[in-house]
């Protein structure tokens, strides 16, 4: 059973920074990132990266947020840095394994006050 857990999610004024985890379970995943979803939206892909270090990273963020991996540990990193008001949003850790499935943690808030 496929589990990923999530941390560092909290409240941090405009401008400030905060860095999520992620754990999986289980067998490497060819792909590792991070979802987002504000109250109203749809959700929407932040950051991916895979098992060889490719990245995707979305236009609102590039440049402030970085994407990193520890496949040794089975771990995904966002460290997100100038934090907007508009960045806030409950973010969403997601894996990708081989076998073609994909796995969602619980979801963490992310609020950024102005």
């Known amino acids: 059973q496929v589990q990923l857990v999530e941390s560092g999610g909290g409240l941090v004024q405009a401008g400030g920074s905060l860095r999520l985890s992620c754990a999986a379970s289980g067998s490497r995943f060819r792909n590792m990132g991070w979802y987002r979803q504000a109250p109203g939206q749809q959700r929407e892909l932040v950051a991916s990266?895979?098992?060889?270090?490719?990245?995707n990273i979305a236009d609102s963020v590039k440049g402030r947020f970085t994407i990193s991996r520890n496949n040794a540990k089975n771990m995904v990193y966002l460290e997100m840095n100038s934090l907007k008001p508009e960045d806030t949003a409950v973010y969403y850790c997601?894996?990708?394994?081989?076998?073609?499935?994909?796995?969602w943690g619980q979801g963490t808030q992310v609020t950024v006050s102005s």
């Open positions: 990266m895979t098992d060889g270090g490719s990245t």
């Open positions: 997601y894996a990708y394994s081989y076998s073609l499935n994909s796995y």
